[in-house]
């Protein structure tokens, strides 16, 4: 009789871990416990505490009340250099690499030899450079340590991040929301990473709000709403598919055996197995029967028609017409253009040549101002560099642009003003203390509903949204598609970019793909299927194209 195997060791538990930011309660009682080797997800709404819970691990915040051991010792660090030295690794949404340096020098920042407290910075020895080479191996990364690093990709940028926790020696590496920002091929590239990682006994700790990734990737996970430790188990494994609609093969490591997930018998706390749907009614403590509500809307006459469009670098060609009540999806690959497309139309990126009208007038000035004045708004993708000012309240974000409309004899309604903002927060679910709430102490995603609130606000009718959902919780995601079809219901028209298929089958009327800085034509979403849209993606030339 074969003897049952040993549970596996405790590499990490947080016990009632509380934080309080003046009066708001960013955790009031969490609870988290990580084996050794182990693929924990932790899920939860915006402004659930998983960041902060995090944070606290990793040294940039300080727990009021709770306790950690890790590694089997009490640990409470002060600043993230006393977790770097524990083992613990954090990757954030928006990576803290110094673009403007090496790979080289960003792998050794933190790691510098010195003499006397004393910097040799302008040295690097031998087994220090061999020690970066065999970081970047080890994640099948060929990049020259001289490149700048803000001329990597986003997912190579990514594993420059990995890469500095391997040479850290990290046992643990938190994932921020690690795939916002990756094409269907680098998700895969870095679940690659993450099960080799596993297999060397470190554990990941890993954020998303993709529950289609967490049935792929994780063993187990916990759940936290409102600051509260809500549940913890393992995830019930359905059949896993890709972007494309293929099925995926089995988990294998390096050795080209299968690597099963720990069983949830080896733990002894809640063995609960979760489905999406548990799983999202223990994140948003309800029923939510539909991800893609489909609000009734007609499809009216052409509002906004771009040809030829191009930009210096990119876009190449981009000819689209949007129609009054409807919802236009651009699907594409990371770098194919979709973004710069935007940028150049909106007026923030050089325009090489092209045509727009509105309403049918032709337009002559492609800027933000003119647009803004002729109700056309932009959603940015980089809400921290340039969709939000972070300095202020929610309420200047939100009603800055459009203060005429709170205005009379060139004095601002202040009572009408706020009013209007917390209705469209509460119609986005913005987690608040209300409009006065400064900004920079909101979740990302929060953070967003607030860059979505200000275009609500202006009332724009053309509405260009890129990413906008990236880091938002399923449940905001509902409100948020509920708050489209809305727009759409009311005659508005809205351009919307997404890297993540199923959100644009889900919600759009039609669907055109960029590939290399080229739209496509603009097909009926009943036209297509994520085998097609990756066909046009990729340039095959074998599907009609056919508008």
């Given at each position: ?39 924990h997800?932790l ?72 003499i ?52 850290s ?86 050795t ?14 809640h ?49 689209l ?20 497309s ?45 969709g ?11 009603t ?24 469209i ?115 095959d ?5 056919s508008?």
């Open positions: 009789m074969t003897a049952a195997p040993a549970p596996p060791s405790t590499l990490l538990r947080m016990e009632h871990i509380a934080k309080r930011f003046g009066t708001t309660v960013a955790l009031a009682d969490v609870s988290l416990d990580v084996a050794t080797g182990e693929v997800a899920v939860g709404e915006n402004g659930a505490g998983k960041s902060t819970l995090m944070k606290i691990l990793a040294g940039a915040e300080i727990a009021d009340a709770g306790t950690i051991t890790f590694r089997g010792l009490p640990f409470a660090p002060r600043q993230p250099l006393d977790s770097l030295r524990m083992g613990i690794a954090m990757i954030y949404q928006e990576f803290n690499l110094a673009p403007h340096l090496s790979v080289q020098a960003n792998l050794l920042l933190g790691r510098e030899r010195r006397g407290g004393l910097l040799l910075a302008s040295t690097v020895a031998s087994d220090e450079r061999d020690a970066c080479h065999a970081a970047l191996a080890r994640l099948n990364l060929r990049v020259p340590l001289e490149t700048r690093v803000g001329d990597l990709g986003v997912a190579d940028q990514q594993m420059i991040e990995i890469a500095r926790a391997i040479l020696d990290a046992r643990l590496i938190i994932m921020d929301e690690p795939t916002s920002a990756l094409a269907t091929d680098e998700v895969q590239r870095l679940f690659t990473i993450i099960r080799q990682l596993r297999q060397h006994g470190i554990s990941v700790v890993y954020i998303s709000h993709f529950l289609e990734e967490l049935e792929q990737i994780a063993d187990r996970l916990t759940i936290i709403r409102d600051g509260k430790t809500i549940t913890t188990g393992t995830i019930a494994r359905e059949e896993k598919k890709n972007g494309t609609g293929t099925v995926l093969p089995p988990e294998k490591t390096g080209g055996t299968v690597s099963s997930p720990i069983h949830p018998s080896s733990f002894t706390i063995p609960s197995i979760f489905t999406r749907q548990t799983i999202i009614k223990s994140m948003v403590g309800r029923e939510v029967n539909e991800m893609y509500p489909r609000t009734p809307h007609t499809i009216g006459q052409p509002l906004l028609d771009v040809r030829d469009l191009a930009g210096r670098d990119a876009p190449r060609r981009v000819s017409t949007l129609h009054r009540g409807e919802i236009l999806g651009i699907a594409g690959l990371v770098g194919a253009g979709r973004t710069e935007f940028r150049t139309l909106f007026g923030l990126g050089p325009r090489a040549g092209g045509t727009a009208t509105l309403n049918g007038v032709s337009i002559e000035h492609f800027s933000p101002r003119d647009w803004n004045r002729r109700g056309v708004g932009m959603l940015s993708e980089d809400r921290k560099a340039e939000l000012a972070q300095s202020l309240s929610c309420l200047a974000n939100i800055l642009p459009a203060l005429r409309r709170a205005s009379r004899f060139g004095f601002v309604n202040g009572a009408a003003q706020r009013t209007e903002a917390s209705d927060g509460k119609t986005l679910a913005i987690k608040w203390a209300g409009p006065d709430h400064k900004i920079s102490t909101l979740s990302g995603g929060n953070q967003q509903k607030v860059a979505l609130a200000r275009l609500l606000y202006t009332r724009a009718d053309v509405l260009l949204l890129d990413e906008p959902t990236r880091g938002i919780d399923v449940g905001a995601k509902v409100d948020l598609y509920r708050a489209i079809g809305q727009l759409a219901a009311e005659g508005k028209a809205v351009v919307m970019i997404s890297s993540y298929l199923p959100e644009l089958f889900g919600t759009c009327d039609r669907i055109a793909v960029m590939c290399r800085g080229v739209l496509s034509p603009a097909y009926d979403v009943n036209e297509l299927t994520p085998e097609k849209v990756m066909h046009l993606a990729v340039g030339a074998s599907l009609t194209t508008n």
